[in-house]
């Protein structure tokens, strides 16, 4: 018994060093994350002004509200539309361009080169670089309109952050342009933990570089493929400076996100039990996607 007893005690203790050890994590996380999420569902059942003391409970009549409101569903579709595009360039461009440049296809030279110029967007500032493409896509003047009124692509010319069938993808457009580069690195540092045996192997077998990618590579680097998915669709799911620094949601909000819709609320409209419901939103969406997340490296 005594036996069992100082065994018991030794368990209890080094549990609770564990819990000690992670407490100021737990401490942080409560302080700074569930505690203003609880926080923000609270607010969102409640209407009320950042100028005033008066606030009004609604219930649920502000998810209700956002449910009619088609801005929300224009907005919620254009965040599955960036998310999906993002997906396919950041997730399965880049790891395209990461095997082919680790495949040492290119001379050293040439491939490093190639390497910085992708990766060199990823270090801009986003307003930086939503400015300068501004001016880039500006119509007639900028320099895209330039190109194809030189290439004889006259026709192709259009305001391409103006009109409600292109604003939007003129902004994923940029958004890929700046990050699929940084994916990309992601993808080569993985590439690179995967035994170079097996792909000398396969040569020997006669194998083609297309199926040591489909045999070797993606299998090699899945767990990283699916961190990175997951990663890119919550970042597509949060998105919010390049849009509002290109289009600020327009034109006629055909470019509105999630993100721009509860800036838009907050700040311009001072509606803050209907920002946070926006934002509450948006969490559920993010928790249901990191639960799954959760459920696919439990079965992997």
Known sequence: MTDRSDHSRATWRQSLQGWLWVAPALLFLVIFVYGPALTNIRFSLFSFSAMSLDWDFVGLNNYLRLWSDPKFTTALTNNAVYAVISVTCQVGIALVLAAVLEARIFPDFSANLFRTALFLPS???????????????????????????????????????????????????????????????????????????????????????????????????????LIVTIITILGSLKVFDIVWVMTAGGPNHSSEVLGTMMYRAAFRDDMIGYSSTIATVIFFIALTIGLVQIKLQKDR
């Open 123 to 225: 270090i801009l500032p986003v307003v930086v670089v939503g400015l300068v493409w501004q001016l880039l896509l500006t119509p007639t003047t900028g320099l895209i309109d330039q190109i194809l009124w030189e290439t004889g692509l006259a026709s192709w010319s259009r305001a391409w952050l103006g009109e409600p069938d292109t604003a939007i993808f003129a902004v994923i457009f940029v958004s890929q342009w700046q990050w699929t580069g940084y994916i990309m690195a992601l993808f080569m540092v993985a590439i690179r933990a995967v035994p170079r045996d097996l792909y000398e192997a396969m040569e020997i077998d006669g194998a083609s570089g297309v199926q040591q990618f489909w045999h070797i590579t993606v299998p090699g680097v899945r767990e990283t493929i």
